[in-house]
Each structure stands twice: as C-alpha cells, then as structure tokens.
C-alpha cells in the first residue's frame, strides 16, 4: 500500500494539523506495539521526546495505544534521539519511540520508532504499521492483566551520559577547553552540558532554556550565528551546535567561522585511518557532499561511497557495504561503532579527541580541504509536482549540459515539507550560480 502517513524519518507533520493528531498517535501506538508485541515477557517501550509543547499530547497519546495493547511505557523525558536508540538496546525494549520534529519549527512534531537493536524501522515493517492503523483497532485491545503499564525512568539521563563519555579513548579528557555548547533549547539541554562538563571541560551553554516553543528558533545548528557570536564574545576554543533532537552537529572554530558536516568527516576518516579503525576503505556521505571531500579522501586512498539525502540512506549503505563512518553535510554524522543513529554528542567528542591529541586551533584541524564552489537554493511550492512540469524538466537537462562532466546538478523534493532543492557545483562559481538559478526560476514560474 502506498505510504499515508510515515516519510523518510518517521511521521512528521504539524501538532494538531491535518495528519499529527493525538488520534493518530494513539491509533501508531497501538499498531506499532502489536508489530512488536511478543508473548514470552512483559513487553516494553521507551518514548523519549525533545522540547516541544506539543511532545506532552503526543507521549500521553502514543502511551494510551501502548499499554491499550499490552506494552509497558518507560517515559525517558527531554532525551537526544540516539540517546532514545541506546537506550531501547541497554534496557533492552522491545521498541523505542522519539517524539520530535527535529530541526523544524516548535509548531511541527514527529514520531518515529526504532527497533529492539536500536535501528529504525524498514519502510515493509512502517507499511505493516500503516496497515494495522487502518484496520479496527479494537480488535488489538489487551484485556485484564496484559493491559500496560507506565514508569517514568529517572536514571536514563545519567545513563546515556556515561555511555556518551565512555566512547572518547581513555587517556583523554577534556581539562582546559573552553567550549560554547549551543543546545537549540532542544532535547539535550541538560545532558550535552553534563556530559562536557563532568570531562573536565569549561562549558558557556546557550539555547538551553526551552521553554515548548524556543526550540531552534535563532539557535542550534541551523542558526549557528549564535553560537560564532558566542565564541568570539567569550573567545572560546570551540563552538559546538546540536539541533532540537540532538542528531546533527555543527562545529564553529575559535575564530567564529562554521565547519559544517563534510569538513568534520574528513578529520574523524583521516583520525580513524592512522588509528586503524577506519572499516571499509573510505567513508558514507549523501549526494549533497561538496566534491572537495572526495578529492581529499581520494588523496587519503579512501573512497566517497554516495547516497540519496537521508541518514537512513547513509547508515543502510553502512552495514551493507562495511564503513564504520557516514554522514551529511548538515551535520549528521554516523559514528556506527557506537551509535546505530546520527548522534551529535559522540560525533562532537571524537573531534574533541582529536583537537587535545593534536593540540592545534579548530581552525587548522578542521581546514582538511578546500571546497568547491557548491549553491543550495530551497524553493517552496504550494501543491502537484514542479519536477514533473515539463518546461522545469527542460531547464535540469540545460543545467547538467552547461556543467558536464566537471560539475555536479542535484534537484530533489524534501522529504518533510514542500519545498524542491537545487545544488550545484563546479569549479566554477560564476557557472554554478547561473545553473541554479535557471532551475530556480523555471520552479518558481510554476508554483
């Protein structure tokens, strides 16, 4: 059947809207816990969430399906969603659920699950689920004694605390760092602090009084404006920017300037090799990678292996093909010998590592490359399917022929909301800047 309500990361979509209802949490909660439902124990779930307001209707709704079917809910409150993955395998539930809408406004919210190994689901088992939501489902009710339970878990913070310690190499602490850590007033509020500063690390924190509807709005890692003032006000060794579910980072050096996802993979491919843990002969990275990344890891002996945009995308060509490293531009960064999900904590750490091991600026660690001049252009539309409209068709094929073979074109929808987006890159700025805006246009005439 075709996808009604899960995209590329869970379900998504405004609080109360026309999809995300505390209905359809419910009626999720009942399905997805009879998928995984077994009869051999008390069957459990951990729900974690981020900040949004919206995060309470959701947790009490998606807990009435659960226990409505037999499951027992652990409610994890405010928690990064790798926090919510580790945490669904050490306390060893049958199923993990995250509450939140990531880097999008606080008005937006979300609601996807991982698996008891702490993976998320296959789009067959979110189609399963679809299935169950539309058939009755009262016929999935639990009676009597197997009607859930719910507990809250007032030790999953200080757990997933010294599991993100745990994965820096033991000779490293953090003593004589002055970090600004930008918390978008997202889900690690308090643990991304905690965890730094109980390393030894001075820790300025902002964006981490959340309030239901600051989550990233001017902070985090897609406004890392903050952050860059900040280091330069306090005159910090490092800027660290996580979004609202803490699954992406964006690093800001000790002179204000932003190292973004590509720049950040290459320090940890290039660490990992000389410690020989790199697996796979090279790295995981999106179709939104700069092309100088790949020129650099080429000079390494290292390989690019690219995929579609999505860090499911990134981490599915991980364990198929072996690499132990992945991630985006944006910032999400796959670190699969400890993490099943994009975590930006650990992903900061092990640049943190680096930085006390080498004991040179962020500035010179984090310049691996020089990039290629690349253009990202986001264009809204208000409904149908601008790729399909002949006349933007046309204007892509004249794109790509004005490149050839020395740049790079890539048009795509966004998986969580209407907008198309356009990258171009090549050498040269003046051509990429000419490309993209042609496409551009041709979808603005239309939308």
């Not at 989550?215 to 910090?236: D, L, Q, W």
């Not at 068709?393 to 987006?421: F, Y």
Request: aromatic share 6%; with cysteine.
């Amino acid at each position: 059947m075709a996808r009604k309500y899960f995209g590329t990361d869970g379900i998504r979509g405004l609080a109360n809207g026309d999809k995300l209802t505390p209905e359809l949490a419910m009626k999720v909660g009942m399905a997805a816990g009879t998928k995984f439902v077994r009869g051999d124990h008390r069957n459990r779930v951990v729900i974690g969430k981020d900040t949004r307001r919206s995060g309470y209707m959701l947790e009490s709704a998606l807990a009435a399906g659960f226990t409505a079917v037999g499951m027992d809910v652990y409610f994890l409150g405010p928690m990064p969603t790798p926090a919510v993955a580790m945490l669904t395998r050490s306390l060893r539930a049958d199923l993990g659920v995250m509450i939140s809408a990531s880097h999008n406004p606080y008005d937006d919210n979300g609601i996807k699950f991982f698996r008891p190994d702490g993976y998320k689901l296959s789009d067959e088992l979110e189609a399963e689920i679809e299935r169950l939501m539309e058939t009755d489902t009262s016929k999935l009710l639990a009676h009597g004694m197997n009607i859930g339970r719910a507990y809250r878990d007032e030790e999953a913070r200080t757990r997933y605390v010294e599991y993100a310690k745990r994965t820096l190499p033991r000779n490293i602490d953090l003593t004589g760092l002055r970090i600004v850590l930008d918390c978008a007033n997202g889900a690690a509020y308090k643990v991304a602090p905690m965890a730094l500063w109980e390393l030894g690390a001075e820790v300025i924190a902002i964006g981490d009084e959340p309030d239901g509807y600051n989550i990233n709005y001017k902070v985090g890692s897609t406004a890392p404006e903050a952050v860059a003032a900040k280091v330069k006000e306090v005159r910090a060794d490092i800027g660290i920017a996580l979004d609202g579910d803490a699954d992406r980072v964006i690093i800001v050096d000790e002179k204000g300037e932003v190292v973004d996802g590509d720049q950040f993979m290459a320090v940890i491919a290039q660490s990992w090799l000389e410690r020989e843990m790199l697996q796979g002969g090279g790295i995981v990275a999106t179709i939104m990678s700069n092309l100088g990344l790949e020129r650099y890891l080429g000079g390494l002996g290292l390989t690019l292996e690219r995929t579609q945009v999505g860090d499911r995308y990134v981490l599915e060509a991980m364990r198929t093909k072996g690499y132990n490293v992945g991630g985006e531009q944006s910032g999400h960064i796959i670190l699969s010998d400890f993490t099943t999900t994009g975590d930006g904590l650990v992903a900061a750490l092990q640049l943190l590592s680096v930085l006390q091991q080498q004991n040179r600026p962020v500035s010179e660690i984090c310049t691996r490359f020089d990039k290629v001049p690349q253009l990202l252009r986001s264009v809204r539309f208000k409904a149908g399917k601008p790729l399909e409209d002949k006349h933007v068709v046309k204007a892509i094929a004249d794109a790509e022929a004005q490149l050839g073979s020395g740049g790079r074109l890539v048009v795509r929808p966004s998986g969580t909301e209407p907008v198309i987006r356009v990258m171009g890159e090549a050498d040269d700025a003046d051509l990429v800047a000419s490309v993209v805006g042609q496409v551009e246009a041709a979808i603005r005439a239309i939308s």
